[in-house]
């Protein structure tokens, strides 16, 4: 069946500010399992993922915010947002002065919803469905992964591409509010945010989440204050 993904996302989400960074308006659900029902009638399929665009992830807001409050991460850099969900982080990138931005996510529905965000925030960046971890990264500067650790093989195969980036010179940074397979070990911690999140997709209502740095290197790193959402 034949969707018209941009329409679907416009008739059954609302737009909203993330709470940690109202510089970005999205196209957000109030709900998950209604949406990916609608989702699965719609297209007549059954099993298909959850919507993960269609939320502001605790990951993802925290990274995004740091980027905004740290411009020089990301300004007159290439930058690739991995699993990037609703672009969250890609917009926040290309605000803070990014040359180009990769946002890139293998859900179809995500693509749209990036193109969708992009423009509705004013800024110019590139999307992908493609599966960026079937190939090391390529042209490019930094890498931006906001809560993607929630899942055993898929957070091995995340760590290695990044270990593999950043043994070429990428600088990479990740967003999370401790997924059960975030490689504490191999981090260096940034900052932390308290991050207002849904119930429906959460078991609390803020989630303490870090901004961290995948780096070999011995250079030490100050942690900057706990910042909270404003709701």
Not at 66 to 72: E, G, K, M, Y
Not at 147 to 169: I, M, N, P, S, T
Request: with cysteine; net charge negative; charged share 25%.
């Amino acid at each position: 069946m034949i969707l018209d993904r941009a329409a679907f996302i416009r008739a059954n989400t609302t737009r909203m500010t993330p709470p940690l960074v109202p510089e970005v308006r999205l196209q957000l659900a109030h709900e998950a399992v209604p949406l990916w029902q609608k989702t699965e009638e719609e297209l007549g399929e059954m099993g298909l993922a959850p919507p993960f665009w269609a939320f502001a992830w605790a990951g993802g807001q925290a990274l995004a915010r740091h980027v905004l409050d740290n411009p020089q991460l990301v300004a007159g850099q290439r930058v690739i947002d991995l699993a990037s969900g609703s672009g969250l982080v890609a917009i926040a990138a290309m605000k803070a002065g990014a040359t180009r931005v990769l946002a890139a996510d293998i859900d179809a529905f995500s693509v749209e919803a990036i193109v969708l965000n992009a423009e509705t925030n004013g800024v110019s960046l590139e999307a992908t469905s493609r599966n960026l971890l079937e190939a090391p990264a390529q042209d490019c500067d930094v890498i931006l992964v906001g809560d993607l650790f929630y899942e055993k093989d898929l957070a091995a195969k995340v760590v290695a591409w990044l270990e593999d980036a950043e043994a070429r010179g990428i600088v990479t940074l990740i967003g999370d509010p401790g997924r059960s397979y975030l490689p504490r070990e191999k981090l260096k911690k940034l900052a932390e945010y308290k991050v207002a999140v849904t119930r429906d997709l959460e078991d609390a209502e803020f989630k303490l989440t870090s901004v961290w740095r995948l780096s070999k290197t011995d250079a030490t790193t100050s942690v900057c204050p706990i910042r909270q959402s404003s709701s």
